[in-house]
């Protein structure tokens, strides 16, 4: 039996700062993949929300909170949380449905209003939670964003100019985006004089926090042939592995990486981890890789996605970008929907996200950004507390 499901329709609501309640952004989102599958709403047997914990309990419970939006009709439900993860989630949870025989079509969806400024912990002294913790140190986001790019200059002489490269190439994606927060092209030297916030990254280097929603109807794939969409783009593998003892890198939220010199363990990269198990599912190598959609919560970060995708060996990812070969009609282009750069983080819709960009990509429907002949795409991920994904889809 394939481990495939079918992708039917994607949609999404546009990026931005809004001002709404979440649910009218996930409802929108999901309306237009319903739409784009040529399905109708009561086909749905299965609702898979992806959770914001920041938007009261309807948050908490997504999957039925978009359920009762689009109108009672009887679909089991089901609500995933894994942070920056949690559409993976969710989408791994209706794979889990459709390939079990449970159901044949579902319904993905996730969606964020978010508040002005950094995501923070809530509110309240818990020095049990490491989260609240960095806070209370004064280690916000940037801060982690920061260690990870001066990591980079050190060990392989990457350069602010580097950095600002990434931001320029995916303002130049994102900018005929109609989904996009953020269209508008910008230089280098726009990017240089942008506040810088955590040394070495400025403003233009991190991304902002946004409202969003992103959804997916996935079905089995002989559904798919019977509705005459046997050759929609398909999920070939999805990866959300934990970190391995000893971690060599330190992630959000913790403030050190694992001690493991006396049990004479060899350092992980957790983000490294997550692409090979997708690879070994999908049965297929980095040079399969047409298209990648990674996680650029900065745009120094980017660069450590490509190496951790293996598109390139370790410490040449900025050669990449200085050569132009992860731009759209580059040798491997990244983030051709321009990225957390252009769209912001709406948390529980950017795995989603990502995967409605390469689903568009390989169905030769992406407009100004399409990549010629695009038939294998991957996403890249990261939440906190260890969670994280990588997705690979294929035609």
């Known amino acids: 039996m394939s481990d495939e ?23 929108k989102a999901a309306r237009d993949a319903i739409k784009d599958a040529g ?47 949690s559409g993976s989630q969710a989408l791994a949870a209706a794979r889990a449905k459709i390939l079990s025989g449970q159901a044949d079509v579902c319904l993905v969806v996730g969606a964020d209003t978010t508040p002005k400024g950094f995501l923070a912990p809530a509110k309240g002294y818990r020095p049990d939670d490491p989260d609240w913790l960095r806070f209370y140190l004064g280690i916000t986001n940037p801060s982690y964003f920061a260690l990870y790019a001066r990591r980079r200059m050190d ?32 230089s280098l030297e726009d990017v240089r004089a942008s506040a810088m916030v955590a040394d070495p990254l400025r ?14 109807i996935v079905s089995s794939v002989e559904y798919a042939k019977k509705i005459g969409k046997g050759d929609a783009p398909r999920v070939a593998a999805i990866s959300t592995v934990t970190p391995s003892f000893a971690n060599s890198v330190v992630e959000m939220p913790d403030i050190a990486t694992d001690s493991a010199a006396a049990a004479m363990v060899e350092g992980q990269s957790f983000r490294a981890s997550l692409p090979i198990k997708a690879y070994e599912e999908a049965g297929i190598s980095p040079s399969d890789v047409d298209i990648a959609e990674v996680y650029d919560l900065s745009s120094a970060l980017e660069l450590d996605w490509i190496e951790d995708l293996q598109l390139c060996e370790r410490g040449t990812a900025a050669q990449l970008i200085r050569n132009g070969d992860t731009k ?31 689903t568009w990509q390989l169905r030769g429907e992406a407009g100004e950004r399409q990549v ?24």
């Open 5 to 27: 499901i079918a992708i039917l329709g994607v949609g999404m609501h546009q990026w931005g700062k809004w001002g709404h309640n979440f649910t009218k952004y996930g409802v």
């Open 328 to 358: 759209i009609g580059g040798r491997i282009p990244v983030n051709t929907s321009g990225g957390l750069a252009c769209f912001g983080e709406a948390v529980p819709a950017q795995a989603l996200a990502q995967i409605c960009e390469l």
């Open 372 to 395: 010629d002949g695009a038939k294998v795409g991957i996403t890249a991920n990261q939440g906190l507390f260890g969670h994280g994904s990588s997705v690979i889809i294929k035609k």
């Open 39 to 85: 399905i109708e709403w009561n086909d749905v047997q299965f609702v898979s929300g992806a959770a914001t914990m920041r938007c009261g309990y309807p948050g908490y419970v997504a999957g039925a909170t978009f359920a009762q939006a689009l109108g009672w009709q009887g679909a089991e439900v089901n609500t995933s949380y894994a942070a920056c993860a």
């Open 203 to 216: 403003l233009m280097n991190i991304c902002a926090t946004s409202d969003g929603g992103a959804a997916m």
């Open 155 to 186: 060990i392989y002489g990457d350069t602010e100019e580097d950095f600002s490269m990434v931001k320029v190439k995916n303002a130049e994606h994102g900018f005929t985006n109609p989904y996009a927060r953020y269209r508008k092209k910008f």
